[in-house]
């Protein structure tokens, strides 16, 4: 589709294809540029993923919600619509600053809240509201993205190219009929879960590994402080490089709090299941993976995988944005009580969408402040640059457009893109861009899997020989612990683990304060990543 030109190119944006079940789960709408209220400007808005009938409201319970609520009602009260917040995670916004006045600023400044449009005439009841024309009355009113914004659905990345999300491949690609025959199965383009993993040229779905490599940590000597790595994706499976009580998790809390799809933030209903079909959810396993590639790069490092999404790999924007905002109040507590050992050193994301207006995102996006808090405290936020093979915005990595001119006191934002296993050619299926800071390992990489992952599929072929069992591989059984799979979303945590290691190694690892942390972020980038610069 064309839009902005790039070169002498037009930029190419991915229209956002998502199956039934995610469509009627998040009530996805995805915006028409052809059919779409323009933009402010007058320009289309690009394609993207929203939730249809919701807005995001900034700001925890107190007079300028109100006042913001008021006067959005005041503009649409002639339009027989109605913005209702119900205010069901407040409390929770509330209690997670505790007793620190700065982290209690901080959740105040990020919080958002979901509130819903509905009818108030009768006559229209039935019909459903549609947020993106909404918004833009609103924006023609005077009611900046600062305040109220659309909610974006952000999905994780392996390979979007064809899991059936944005391009609708996939449900040809791995239903099982081409999948696992033993023919296509293990080509790397048609391979992987046989459900819904072809990948764009270049990069295999995820396919069984095998791999004689016991767990790195068990070989590391106790560190001075081990550096925490955060990744808010679908969570920790069971494997024996995770054991309970080990040093990677799935249950964090702050302040009491539990994060996470299981905790205590009101998110969307859980996927469902079919009970008639055994297939692998597309992403299951997918922060396991990146778990994985962590502590193959920084075995000492501690790990919070915090679940914010099921194994389709989808989450809304408000659960990503409050879960960060939490986990953002807990570093500035750490800090001002002098806790090094809670303090967060890396952010890992590898989910994220394409915006309706890129140049506004990175002016004005209220996501982008967020981020750049965590690295006004110390810590280093890595994102995956996506793989669509385009050069569009992809966000929240393109939030790192900005490469000179860096502002001192925040270790900046990097965009990990990917390359392949010889480490010269970017991967075919990468996004690139002047946005993209860095590209790492993310072509057929093998990591940890759940160990209880097993789909329905079955070998291609099996027989037995003398009371032997011979077969091909099943190539969805990852009772094995682990596979292969390709995606920036696994360049990033590679990336993540290299900088966790570099914090491991830095003189001022258990040093307290801001400066100390902003020093090791610094200096952890600036050896990854030539050219940045404090």
């Known amino acids: 589709m064309p839009d902005e030109p790039v070169g002498d190119r037009p930029e190419w944006t991915p229209v956002p294809i998502l199956p039934p079940a995610v469509v009627e789960r998040f009530t996805v709408r995805v915006l028409d540029p052809v059919t779409a209220v323009p933009l402010a400007s007058g320009a289309a808005p690009r394609p993207t993923a929203y939730v249809g009938n919701r807005m995001l409201v900034q700001g925890l319970p107190g007079q300028a919600r109100r006042e913001l609520v008021e006067r959005v009602n005041d503009v649409l009260a002639g339009e027989g619509i109605e913005l209702v917040v119900d205010g069901s995670d407040d409390e929770v916004g509330l209690a997670l600053g505790g007793d620190d006045e700065a982290a209690r600023e901080l959740v105040q400044r990020h919080w958002v809240t979901s509130g819903r449009l509905v009818r108030t005439s009768t006559a229209q009841a039935a019909d459903p509201v549609d947020a993106w024309p909404v918004l833009q009355r609103l924006r023609a009113a005077g009611i900046t993205e600062e305040q109220l914004a659309l909610e974006h659905v952000l999905v994780a990345c392996p390979d979007w190219g064809g899991t059936g999300y944005w391009a609708g491949t996939g449900y040809w690609a791995g239903t099982g009929y081409w999948a696992g025959t033993g023919y296509w199965a293990g080509t790397g383009y048609w391979a992987g879960t046989g459900r819904s993993e072809y990948a764009r040229p270049g990069g295999g779905g995820r396919g069984p590994a095998a791999l004689s490599l016991p767990d790195p940590a068990l070989r590391e000597p106790k560190p001075r402080r081990a550096p925490l ?306």
């Open 229 to 534: 790595v955060i990744v808010p994706d679908t969570g920790l499976g069971r494997h024996h490089w995770f054991p309970a009580g080990g040093s990677a998790t799935s249950e964090v809390r702050v302040n009491g709090q539990l994060l996470g799809l299981d905790g205590e933030f009101d998110g969307p209903p859980s996927a469902p299941s079919n009970p008639l079909e055994g297939s692998l959810d597309p992403y299951s396993g997918h922060g396991t993976f990146i778990a994985g590639l962590v502590r193959q790069q920084c075995p000492a490092a501690r790990i919070e995988a915090v679940p914010v999404m099921d194994g389709d790999g989808v989450v809304g924007e408000v659960l990503m944005r409050n879960t960060l905002t939490a986990l953002l109040a807990r570093q500035q507590s750490s800090l001002n009580a002098g806790r090094p050992a809670d303090l967060a050193d890396v952010l890992c994301l590898c989910s994220g969408y394409y915006p309706e207006d890129p140049d506004d995102q990175l002016m004005t996006s209220t996501f982008r402040s967020l981020l750049q808090d965590f690295g006004a405290l110390g810590v280093a936020v890595v994102a995956a640059a996506g793989n669509d093979s385009t050069v569009a915005p992809f966000f929240p990595a393109a939030f790192a457009a900005q490469s000179t001119g860096f502002d001192a006191s925040v270790v900046p934002l990097a965009s990990v893109g990917a390359t392949n296993p010889n480490r010269t050619a970017i991967a075919y299926f990468s996004n690139a861009g002047p946005w993209v800071s860095t590209y790492r390992l993310g072509a057929n990489l093998v990591s940890t899997l759940p160990e209880d992952l097993d789909g329905d599929l079955q070998p291609s072929l099996r027989m037995d020989y003398e009371g032997q069992e011979r077969a091909t591989i099943d190539p969805d059984d990852f009772s094995g612990g682990f596979g292969t799979w390709s995606g920036t979303s696994f360049a990033a945590p590679v990336l993540a683990g290299a900088l966790a290691q570099r914090i491991l190694d830095d003189p001022q690892v258990s040093e307290p304060g801001l400066e100390p942390a902003l020093e090791r972020g610094w200096a952890a980038l600036s050896s990854e990543i030539p050219g940045w610069k404090r």
